[in-house]
């Protein structure tokens, strides 16, 4: 029997390496690993990265940009490296995002639930606000949520954007599925087939950063592949943006969160609705225009009016319109890492 093969495809940036030296350590020793192709974006380390790559030869390749070009370019450039190899599935990891030692073989066994389906798996991110839950969080009878982001004339938005304010836990006592249908994936702890990698276009370069993977994700299923969250494999966060259930939300207003992450959040937002809603452009501008109403309120509730809460209201709005309108400039205060 062939055994199978993985490819790993990370980006490293800035101070990072500290991080990804312990997704590789995690990962190096075990076999199913054949290539690890890791984007350097601009890693203040890359001596370190080099010296930790040599001793694997061919089985480590190291693409340098002369530029920070975004995580949604480098990991558009890693993909399109992997398709050069002769894995069967590529394995993509953020480079805080740390799998538990055998992680294929979970992967594996459950894809054999999946015999004859074209399917998308992703692991269990326990670190990340909710994602632990999403096996007990809804019956089973439920359907998927439709829709994109900006689906505001929704009564089970209303509750869950009420239960964020009064800050209300969300329900986690359904019975426990350890395979649960996605809408999309997110790009860390992906196990993406190689078909899908070589049939599918990569992630769009212009995102920069955020969306991405969400714009990916509904092109994959726009192949004919359906995604899921498996209980199995864990994989551990070790440095979190948004640490707190809500902080998507809250963060856009948190001074700690820099100017360029809430941008790019906002505008890629709006993008992948633009291409990938079901609703006419008139709802969608409606919708995100209430959207917006609605984040005001939840800002002034939990911060008040304040220098702070301004400015971010308006970058937000600049966001927004410059998603429908992406000529409009980007705000001086957007200022990306180099």
């Given amino acids: 029997?062939?055994?199978?093969?993985?490819?790993?495809?990370?980006?490293?940036?800035?101070?990072?390496?500290?991080?990804?030296?312990?997704?590789?350590?995690?990962?190096?020793?075990?076999?199913?690993?054949?290539?690890?192709?890791?984007?350097?974006?601009?890693?203040?380390?890359?001596?370190?990265?080099?010296?930790?790559?040599?001793?694997?030869?061919?089985?480590?390749?190291?693409?340098?940009?002369?530029?920070?070009?975004?995580?949604?370019?480098?990991?558009?450039?890693?993909?399109?490296?992997?398709?050069?190899?002769?894995?069967?599935?590529?394995?993509?990891?953020?480079?805080?995002?740390?799998?538990?030692?055998?992680?294929?073989?979970?992967?594996?066994?459950?894809?054999?639930?999946?015999?004859?389906?074209?399917?998308?798996?992703?692991?269990?991110?326990?670190?990340?606000?909710?994602?632990?839950?999403?096996?007990?969080?809804?019956?089973?009878?439920?359907?998927?949520?439709?829709?994109?982001?900006?689906?505001?004339?929704?009564?089970?938005?209303?509750?869950?954007?009420?239960?964020?304010?009064?800050?209300?836990?969300?329900?986690?006592?359904?019975?426990?599925?350890?395979?649960?249908?996605?809408?999309?994936?997110?790009?860390?702890?992906?196990?993406?087939?190689?078909?899908?990698?070589?049939?599918?276009?990569v992630p769009d370069a212009s995102m920069f950063i955020y969306g991405e993977d969400l714009e990916y994700a509904w092109r994959v299923r726009k192949a004919g592949y359906q995604s899921y969250a498996c209980a199995r494999p864990i994989i551990r966060d070790i440095d979190l943006t948004f640490s707190q259930y809500g902080d998507h939300i809250f963060g856009l207003f948190d001074p700690k969160v820099p100017a360029f992450k809430v941008y790019y959040r906002m505008r890629n937002a709006v993008r992948i609705s633009l291409k990938h809603s079901d609703q006419s452009y008139p709802v969608l501008a409606l919708n995100v225009f209430f959207w917006y109403i609605g984040l005001l309120l939840v800002g002034l509730y939990k911060n008040g009016l304040n220098k702070n809460f301004l400015e971010r209201a308006c970058l937000v709005a600049v966001a927004l319109y410059t998603g429908f309108v992406p000529t409009t400039p980007v705000p001086k205060e957007v200022v990306t890492p180099k």
């Fill in 1 to 201: 029997m062939k055994a199978i093969k993985v490819t790993v495809v990370t980006v490293v940036h800035g101070l990072r390496w500290k991080y990804l030296r312990q997704v590789l350590d995690a990962c190096v020793g075990e076999s199913r690993y054949s290539t690890f192709i890791i984007v350097d974006n601009g890693c203040a380390d890359a001596e370190a990265l080099d010296a930790y790559a040599a001793p694997y030869g061919e089985r480590f390749v190291v693409l340098r940009q002369e530029r920070n070009i975004g995580y949604s370019g480098a990991i558009s450039k890693g993909l399109l490296r992997a398709r050069d190899t002769d894995s069967d599935f590529v394995f993509v990891l953020d480079d805080d995002s740390v799998p538990e030692v055998g992680a294929v073989d979970y992967f594996i066994s459950n894809l054999a639930l999946f015999v004859g389906r074209k399917v998308v798996l992703v692991g269990n991110r326990v670190d990340v606000p909710g994602n632990k839950d999403i096996f007990t969080s809804r019956p089973l009878q439920d359907a998927l949520p439709r829709g994109t982001i900006f689906e505001v004339f929704s009564f089970r938005k209303i509750i869950n954007a009420v239960q964020l304010m009064r800050g209300i836990p969300r329900r986690t006592d359904f019975p426990f599925v350890p395979i649960v249908p996605t809408e999309a994936f997110v790009t860390g702890g992906t196990f993406l087939p190689m078909e899908v990698v070589r049939t599918v276009d």
